[in-house]
């Protein structure tokens, strides 16, 4: 005789706190609550072709980044994003409660950006559709987070310009600190961004 208990685990711990605060002062990240569904985004790289999962293309000067929930994963679509300097990414919240926020002291965490870079940090975004905007004045890699999915891995980078790789805080090894799961992505990560420093010199 068999006797099944059925236990719901919650993964998340999301909560919907909604708070868009950003007290570190002035990011040039615009929080929007107007969801507008253009259906494809123009992000530089290809969906379906022979590249692996994702291609980072060329800079350009804006670029959009999907914030997803879906089969218990937590992701943004695409990983590693590249745009000129003065160029502004944008995520969007398809699903689930997430945020975008810099590794970078102003929010308690390691430095993961370049010398002199902006901190950004959206709060939660628990809309559909909901939007923020951060415009990157400084050249170089850019590692972020999900505040509530970070130990799940809900980690990307953004590339601005055509920075030295070697040059780079964020392509060293991963903070000790962090947890094995964040330390992995931080790496997979890296390995994208050298790859995609090192194929698109003219």
Not at 38 to 45: N, V
Not at 143 to 167: A, F, K, N, Q, R
Request: proline share 6%.
């Amino acid at each position: 005789m068999l006797q099944l208990t059925g236990g719901t685990a919650v993964v998340g711990l999301a909560g919907c706190t909604g708070t868009q605060n950003n007290d570190g002062g002035a990011t040039n990240g615009t929080p929007t609550e107007s969801g507008h569904d253009d259906g494809g985004t123009e992000t530089g790289h290809s969906d379906d072709e022979d590249d692996h999962d994702e291609a980072v293309g060329a800079p350009s000067d804006t670029a959009e980044v999907r914030m997803i929930t879906e089969d218990g994963g937590y992701h943004f679509e695409p990983h590693v994003v590249r745009v000129n300097v003065g160029g502004t990414v944008t995520w969007h919240n398809e699903s689930g409660s997430h945020s975008t926020t810099a590794y970078h002291p102003d929010n308690d965490q390691p430095q993961l950006v370049p010398d002199g870079a902006a901190a950004w940090d959206s709060g939660i975004l628990s809309e559909q559709g909901a939007t923020f905007e951060h415009t990157f004045e400084t050249e170089g890699v850019y590692h972020y987070y999900c505040t509530p999915h970070e130990s799940l891995g809900m980690i990307g980078s953004v590339i601005v310009g055509e920075p030295d790789p070697h040059e780079q805080v964020a392509l060293e090894d991963p903070p000790a600190d962090k947890p094995e799961r964040v330390r992995e992505k931080l790496e997979e990560l890296n390995g994208m961004v050298s790859t995609a420093l090192g194929d698109d010199h003219e």
